[in-house]
């Protein structure tokens, strides 16, 4: 089966984010500033991609969608720091202020789908945050749990409720676990054949009101980062609930989710 992720890097449409913007030139403005991108970078490289490099099932794409308009040396730095994955692909997309951020990402989604006529998993994917090194597996497996749904159902949410929030900085790591459902990072869903629907067709939080979900809480599966550029409000008020990292959670930091902790100082040590 078809495996489908999408990461959005600073993609400057309008629509779909917390933050609003008036126009186009309003929205790059704030995305792009050196400081946010900087960051960006540094959580892209210390602890996103590693999961992506260590997954346990590689049979997965992951779209990562930037505009045309990201500058050069950002698209440079972008296509370095993935050029080992081989399962990410880099999609270069104009920005247009008739089409919502939303629409244009379902364009993208259902571009991909090599067999459209037959079911595909999809998730959707921050570039400041991390799942574990199985989540394709899992993912691929619950599938395999909602077989019997899917024949009554265009789409199944497939929730991996159980993870970390985190801070990442020049003084290390911070984080708390945390259960929390149908969040953007964790989230996948199983789409029949012939429906035209994504991962992005729905706000994450509001996907259980139209469709089936199944939640797994068994096992950390992800790692939301909290950090200066994060689109939610709520998440400076979350920040107060994390404590420096532990021996142990460092340990499963490394085993699950491929993070090293030299690399994370290494990289984020300038900011």
Not at 26 to 51: C, G, K, M
Not at 127 to 146: Q, T
Not at 245 to 257: C, G, H, L, S, V
Request: with cysteine.
């Amino acid at each position: 089966m078809q495996i489908i992720g999408l990461c959005r890097f600073s993609f400057p449409a309008l629509g779909d984010f917390q933050i609003e913007h008036n126009t186009v030139e309003d929205r790059r403005r704030h995305l792009y500033s050196p400081a946010r991108l900087e960051e960006r970078f540094r959580l892209f490289e210390s602890i996103t991609l590693p999961s992506f490099r260590a997954q346990t099932d590689g049979d997965f794409q992951l779209l990562i969608v930037a505009g045309e308009c990201l500058p050069k040396a950002a698209f440079d730095r972008l296509k370095d720091l993935t050029a080992d994955i081989r399962q990410v692909r880099i999609i270069r997309e104009p920005v247009d202020p008739d089409l919502k951020h939303r629409q244009a990402m379902k364009r993208v989604l259902q571009k991909a789908r090599s067999q459209p006529d037959r079911p595909c998993l999809q998730f959707r994917h921050d570039d400041d945050d991390c799942v574990s090194v199985d989540f394709v597996e899992r993912l691929r497996a619950g599938a395999g749990d909602a077989t019997s749904l899917i024949a009554g159902n265009q789409a199944i949410g497939i929730d991996f409720n159980n993870g970390y929030q985190a801070s990442f900085g020049p003084d290390g790591i911070q984080t708390a676990q945390v259960y929390k459902s149908l969040l953007g990072v964790g989230l996948g869903m199983l789409i029949s054949g012939g429906c035209a629907h994504t991962i992005i067709s729905f706000t994450h939080n509001r996907i259980g009101r139209f469709m089936p979900v199944i939640s797994y809480p068994d096992k950390p599966m992800w790692i939301r980062s909290l950090n200066g550029s994060n689109d939610s409000p709520r998440a400076g008020k979350q920040k107060s609930q994390l404590r420096p990292i532990t021996p142990d959670i460092e340990r499963e930091f490394a085993k699950r989710f491929a993070i090293d902790p030299n690399v994370v100082h290494r990289v984020h040590s300038s900011a």
